[in-house]
């Protein structure tokens, strides 16, 4: 039989835990900010942390463009087609992909490979004392280690949704001028026409930066709030990922919410 009381106890508990992290959390990026000279006074680490965010993850976020370009492409001109408007195949393709698809698809991929990198990185060195033995070396572990991984990652987000975004395009034009047939000069035309570059591009790395402090906030946090065990990394490296996944889609409807208000 149900316990009311004990189901009232379980939920004050959880609700006073979340709240108490996200104080935590909260603190915990001050700190990082508050620390962050270290990391562009010391250059190497957070070149190192871009190298290791930003070019390892080229890769995905390079063919997962591509297809997604080429899908936006062929469903596009299927959709243009019946209204006799396929001239207008590149400005979908552009506006999909810099407004929503570019920066939300690549923030999710980045969270995926680099965010759960760094998760993982971070735990396992807390698991095995690197972080206690740092402190006890009078080195901050949030000025040597959080910091340089935090920035790296924020600096290598908007550059991977452009090549996202770039690779789409590319995408768009492959399918649909070279494969089924429509206009070179209208595919570009009517998209440099369309697009624009306050609305559209700016906001889009607007987006994509937003969501590179989120990423990697979410990651450096769950590593370093990790507790220091194997099943510990592991629920830090799934609660990364799932948590960037919803942080990135309800930033992106506030974004959007804010951004796109009135401009149509």
């Known amino acids: 039989m149900l316990n009311p009381v004990s189901w009232a106890q379980k939920i ?55 297809f997604v370009g080429l899908v936006l492409g062929l469903q596009g001109y299927e959709t243009l087609q019946r209204y006799g408007s396929t001239e207008a195949l590149g400005t979908l393709v552009a506006l999909s992909l810099t407004r929503e698809l570019g920066p939300v698809l690549a923030a999710i991929l980045f969270a995926s490979r680099a965010g759960s990198s760094v998760t993982a990185e971070i735990g396992l060195m807390k698991a095995t004392e690197q972080l206690k033995a740092m402190d006890m070396m009078a080195i901050n572990p949030i000025a040597r280690v959080v910091a340089p991984r935090f920035w790296g990652g924020v600096i290598a987000m908007p550059l991977l949704a ?83 996944a919803l942080t990135i889609l309800a930033l992106d409807f506030v974004l959007t919410s804010f951004m796109f208000r009135g401009t149509s």
């Not at 508050?34 to 063919?63: A, D, P």
């Not at 402090?213 to 990364?240: H, K, N, W």
């Open 12 to 66: 004050g508990h959880a609700t006073v835990d979340a709240i108490w992290r996200l104080g935590f959390a909260a603190r915990f990026f001050f700190a990082v900010l508050m620390y962050s000279g270290t990391s562009f006074r010391r250059l190497h680490l957070t070149l190192r942390e871009i190298f290791f965010s930003g070019v390892l993850s080229l890769l995905i976020i390079l063919v997962s463009g591509l």
């Open 162 to 244: 452009a090549m996202f975004s770039a690779m789409g395009i590319f995408g768009g034009w492959l399918i649909g001028v070279v494969f089924i047939g429509v206009d070179d000069g209208a595919f570009w035309s009517q998209m440099q026409a369309s697009v624009d570059f306050r609305y559209d591009i700016w906001n889009g790395v607007i987006k994509s930066l937003v969501f590179g402090v989120a990423v990697s906030l979410i990651a450096v946090f769950e590593g370093y709030d990790s507790a220091p065990t194997a099943e510990g990394v592991s629920r830090a490296i799934t609660r990364t990922v799932v948590t960037s």
